[in-house]
């Protein structure tokens, strides 16, 4: 379980890093900055996708807005880009 959140901190932020979404400014490090209102997300239901796929226009269109504050996928069994 703690490989995947992992895996997910790493491909958020790739997503954040290529996708053209809002910066998230941090003006003081010692404050919990609650990320998710600001990120948008897409539930790979077959856990197939890789990467590049996800990164391609075609996949892109798929990603909506998150309206969680802090996002909780619960204990699915499947992929969860953002």
Same mark, same amino acid.
């Given at each position: ?19 053209? =979404? ?14 998710? &209102? +600001?990120?948008? !997300? ?17 996949? =892109? ?14 204990? &699915? +069994?499947?992929? !969860?880009?953002?």
């Amino acid at each position: 379980m703690m490989y995947r959140h992992t895996l997910f901190i790493f491909f958020l932020a790739i997503a954040m890093q290529t996708v053209a =979404q809002e910066p998230v400014i941090l003006t003081d490090a010692a404050s919990l900055v609650s990320i998710g &209102k +600001q990120i948008e !997300v897409f539930e790979d239901p077959g856990e197939t996708l890789s990467l590049q796929q996800i990164l391609s226009p075609k996949y =892109q269109s798929l990603f909506k807005k998150s309206i969680q504050e802090v996002p909780n996928y619960g204990t &699915k +069994q499947t992929a !969860v880009w953002s």
